[in-house]
């Protein structure tokens, strides 16, 4: 009996069954500011002899914290290489909103700067040999869903943006939408007060001339920030949690990568 036991451990370790998500922090620049990013993989899945899809994950104006990273493991264990980036510089995080104010607001007043910020952390992702880099993805909460949808706007090749409760996701120069390559997909809380009037309107006008494949979802009863279980804790006015439209977000955006992508996993 014991050596029955032993061969089908010996079998599971072969086949990986023992595998488990990894994660390492890597250090990076855009221009002479110093960067650090998360990437998280599963290494049962992402091998350099087969590697999978990779995703580019831009944080909320919180900064490069443990929500990302979070959301990060998920996607490892979705089957994807996951890298998420830093906007503000190694170590630039806070929970205080008159800080993310002031961090996001040097970022995010100059799109060529934000855009070359998350190109920063694309080209690390890509340059990881278990990514298949044919296959690439980003996702951005709040104002990494802006940030998500700039980077597109620079040409990457990226099969599929989902951006979750952005404020603003129509371009400054509607020109820049004609460089997006793949599927953009909007998911807003219907309550969401963040959102300038007029922002959907505009951003679906957008897409119509560009000619772009899209989606705009829009979900009941959800305001800013819908997606972050830590939400309500910064007491923001008009920034909640909401678990029916966390948990159908992310379902939209594991149906977009599967279709663009195929099942990463075996």
Same mark, same amino acid.
């Not at 599963?42 to 580019?56: H, I, K, R, Y």
């Not at 939209?252 to 195929?262: D, R, V």
């Given at each position: 009996?014991?050596? @029955?036991?032993?061969?089908?451990?010996?079998c599971?370790?072969?086949?990986g069954a023992?595998?488990?998500?990894?994660?390492?922090?890597?250090?990076?620049?855009? $221009?002479?500011?110093?960067l650090?990013?998360?990437?998280?993989?599963d290494d049962?899945?992402?091998?350099?002899?087969?590697?999978?899809?990779?995703v580019?994950v831009?944080?909320?104006?919180?900064?490069?914290? /443990?929500?990302?990273?979070?959301r990060?493991?998920?996607?490892?264990? %979705?089957?994807?290489?996951?890298?998420?980036?830093?906007?503000?510089?190694?170590?630039?995080?806070?929970?205080?909103?008159?800080?993310?104010?002031?961090?996001?607001?040097?970022?995010?007043?100059?799109? =060529? #700067?934000?855009?070359?910020r998350?190109?920063?952390?694309? =080209? @690390?992702?890509?340059?990881q040999k278990?990514? !298949?880099t044919?296959?690439?993805?980003?996702?951005?909460?709040?104002?990494?869903?802006?940030?998500a949808?700039?980077?597109? *706007?620079?040409?990457?090749? %990226?099969?599929?943006?989902v951006?979750?409760? #952005?404020?603003t996701?129509? #371009?400054q120069?509607?020109?820049?939408?004609?460089?997006?390559? $793949?599927t @953009?997909?909007?998911?807003q809380g219907?309550? !969401?007060?963040?959102?300038?009037e007029? /922002?959907?309107?505009k951003?679906e006008?957008?897409?119509?001339e +560009?000619?772009?494949?899209?989606?705009?979802?829009?979900?009941?009863? +959800?305001?800013?920030?819908?997606?972050?279980?830590?939400?309500?804790?910064y007491?923001?006015?008009?920034?909640?949690?909401?678990?029916?439209?966390? *948990? *159908?977000?992310w379902?939209?955006?594991?149906?977009?990568?599967?279709?663009?992508?195929?099942?990463?996993?075996p």
């Amino acid at each position: 009996m014991r050596t @029955v036991l032993l061969w089908i451990g010996i079998c599971l370790l072969a086949n990986g069954a023992f595998a488990a998500v990894q994660t390492k922090v890597i250090e990076y620049k855009d $221009g002479d500011v110093v960067l650090e990013g998360f990437l998280a993989w599963d290494d049962s899945v992402a091998t350099e002899q087969n590697p999978a899809p990779g995703v580019v994950v831009c944080p909320e104006w919180w900064g490069m914290n /443990e929500y990302s990273r979070s959301r990060a493991k998920q996607l490892a264990q %979705l089957g994807y290489v996951a890298f998420a980036i830093d906007m503000y510089g190694k170590g630039k995080t806070t929970s205080d909103p008159k800080q993310a104010g002031q961090l996001s607001g040097e970022i995010m007043r100059d799109a =060529n #700067a934000r855009r070359a910020r998350a190109s920063a952390g694309l =080209n @690390v992702l890509t340059a990881q040999k278990i990514v !298949d880099t044919s296959k690439l993805g980003a996702i951005g909460y709040c104002m990494g869903g802006t940030v998500a949808m700039e980077l597109a *706007r620079t040409g990457a090749d %990226l099969d599929a943006v989902v951006a979750f409760h #952005a404020s603003t996701y129509s #371009a400054q120069n509607p020109d820049d939408n004609k460089k997006i390559k $793949g599927t @953009v997909v909007i998911c807003q809380g219907a309550d !969401d007060a963040f959102v300038p009037e007029g /922002e959907q309107a505009k951003f679906e006008k957008q897409m119509r001339e +560009a000619g772009i494949d899209y989606l705009f979802a829009v979900f009941s009863g +959800a305001v800013h920030a819908f997606t972050n279980p830590n939400a309500d804790g910064y007491k923001v006015p008009g920034v909640k949690y909401n678990q029916n439209a966390d *948990r *159908r977000s992310w379902s939209l955006m594991k149906e977009i990568f599967a279709e663009k992508f195929g099942h990463a996993r075996p």
